[in-house]
């Protein structure tokens, strides 16, 4: 499938599925009703589309979208696979940052938890890539990420214990995730942060093409290995501690969606991988919210983490099946 | 296209991974001229340590090394990589990059890139990706790459290690059409005692763990290997 063909019917499934947000949700509004003046949108109909289903989609769609962009880079950057935001600390890394800021009680306002969430994956990240240059294979890098998650965890869990019960109780829910807890305001900065991380993204385009060949290859092909490192740290540290502070550290939509794109489009090259990736990124997390919404199953829904799990598990079996086949054949 | 080369020397190079216990160490020498310049030692005596600092890929311990009177340490990676290139002795594998893709990073012209791959031999996998070739496919994707880079300075390890014999000759001619035309290139290889009765060389240097000695190109190649030590 040619690469605009496929953005025009991503493009088009992700706008109708952002639609389907607003339009339906836990409380019935009478659109068409309306639209035909048979009867009035009310005030508090007017509050519910901008005040919460808006900001809603708005957060999934660049949750979606950002996560799926850190995935993509983590695996051109580490030429592995299975690398991902959540597999490699950086979320953690933002929890850690949240927990300070909730569970110690320096105070709980939006961008406080965001700037500590920043500072957090970074942080972690830079550490990842600090130490990546002594593993050999892609094996030992994933589980010093997984070392990485537990030591990280088990921080927030001495943190925890020594909470008082309203800071704990708001910080076990923001770890289940969620894309329902941003204001209008919040949910438009956000948006507009994302899109501009992947406009700098898109611009690297041609550099973690020529990356996949090898740091030497790359080199010596003119890519600067120290630029292009902090690019990838920096970017990847600012969407994922940004989202992570906002909803919560969202699993596996970073790891999993270049996967389903890669399998879908067959993309190879940067310039489809980037818009394709955070084009179905986005739906992705627009679907898995349905889950969280309920529809599916009829009645109230599930948490974003248990939906995102259920859906991204069997994925990365299915990616180690998968590489496990070419690396025999 | 001019026939002189423009030289690229080193002085008082030093290098290796550990500053206590550099590989070999105060190494001067200069590739003066345009043709195929071999480096020949046993493994393990830090040929392709070597060949990675002279290449600007790894920074050496002490010394410079120049191309001209432009020290490559002073350059910019863009800057190096229009004067000097590289083909690493294991292709890369990992890229799911097609080969038209690959190709198209260094050269937007897709008739050009077609004819010079077809030069290392013929090709029906040009769309496929670069990890479902085969090692020898791919390295020829690699040469195809470093011609389009189309720099002054080649600098290749180990090149024709997973080729088949016609690719070889295919991939040592190619060279020698483009030292004709005035590029330098510095191979290290083990191949030496053939190619020197089918290739013309413009010199052959021997590195072991406290030398680094031009051979005299009118001696036996099938001796060389006595010089190791």
Not at chain 1, 19 to 28: D, F, N, Q
Not at chain 1, 147 to 169: C, F, K, R, W
Request: aromatic share 8%; hydrophobic share 50%; with cysteine.
């Amino acid at each position: 499938m040619s690469l605009s063909r496929a953005s025009l019917m991503g493009g088009g499934i992700l706008l109708t599925l952002f639609l389907s947000h607003l339009i339906w949700g836990s409380v019935s509004i009478p659109w068409l009703e309306g639209l035909m003046g048979e009867v009035n949108i009310s005030q508090d109909h007017m509050t519910i589309l901008f005040d919460v289903r808006l900001p809603r989609a708005l957060i999934a769609l660049s949750t979606g979208m950002g996560l799926s962009c850190c995935g993509l880079m983590l695996q051109t950057w580490l030429g592995n696979p299975l690398a991902g935001p959540s597999v490699l600390g950086v979320t953690s890394g933002a929890g850690m940052g949240v927990a300070l800021v909730v569970l110690a009680g320096v105070g709980s306002v939006w961008w406080g938890t965001t700037l500590a969430a920043f500072v957090g994956s970074t942080l972690t990240l830079a550490m990842v890539f600090g130490v990546s240059h002594r593993f050999r294979g892609m094996a030992s890098l994933l589980i010093f990420g997984l070392m990485l998650n537990y030591v990280l965890g088990a921080l927030i869990t001495v943190l925890q214990s020594e909470a008082d019960p309203d800071s704990l109780q708001q910080f076990v829910f923001w770890g289940m995730g969620t894309f329902g807890q941003a204001t209008f305001n919040v949910s438009i900065i956000l948006f507009f942060v994302i899109l501009v991380c992947m406009l700098i993204v898109w611009k690297m385009r041609k550099d973690l093409d020529i990356w996949t060949l090898g740091p030497l290859t790359a080199k010596s092909m003119g890519v600067n290995e120290l630029t292009l490192r902090r690019q990838v740290v920096l970017l990847t540290g600012m969407m994922t501690g940004l989202l992570t502070a906002i909803c919560g550290p969202v699993a596996f939509l970073g790891l999993a969606t270049p996967h389903v794109v890669k399998l879908l489009f067959g993309g190879r090259s940067h310039r489809e991988l980037i818009p394709l990736t955070a084009i179905t990124g986005g739906i992705l997390a627009l679907l898995a919210d349905w889950g969280v919404k309920g529809v599916f199953f009829m009645d109230s829904g599930w948490p974003l983490n248990a939906v995102l799990s259920l859906i991204g598990g069997p994925m990365v079996v299915w990616v180690l099946i998968k590489n496990s086949k070419m690396s025999a054949a | 296209m001019s026939s002189k080369c423009t030289p690229l020397t080193f002085s008082k190079l030093s290098f290796g991974y550990d500053s206590q216990r550099p590989i070999l160490q105060g190494l001067n020498g200069a590739f003066g001229e345009k043709g195929i310049h071999l480096i020949i030692g046993k493994n393990g005596v830090g040929k392709s340590t070597m060949l990675r600092v002279l290449a600007g890929l790894m920074e050496p311990l002490e010394g410079v090394v120049k191309i001209g009177d432009q020290p490559i340490q002073c350059m910019s990676q863009v800057e190096r990589a229009q004067q000097i290139s590289f083909v690493h002795s294991l292709p890369p594998k990992t890229s799911e990059l097609s080969v038209a893709e690959v190709l198209a990073l260094v050269s937007e012209d897709e008739e050009k890139n077609r004819g010079a791959l077809r030069s290392f031999g013929e090709v029906d996998w040009w769309n496929q990706s670069l990890h479902t070739l085969s090692d020898g496919q791919a390295q020829r994707v690699m040469f195809t790459r470093v011609m389009l880079q189309n720099t002054e300075w080649t600098i290749l390890d180990e090149p024709t290690a997973f080729l088949d014999v016609p690719s070889k000759m295919a991939f040592w001619k190619e060279l020698g059409i483009a030292s004709v035309n005035g590029k330098g290139f510095i191979i290290a290889t083990h191949d030496y005692a053939e190619l020197s009765e089918h290739v013309n060389l413009a010199s052959v240097h021997l590195i072991d763990e406290s030398h680094w000695m031009e051979i005299d190109l009118a001696s036996n190649p099938r001796l060389w290997h006595r010089q190791m030590g």
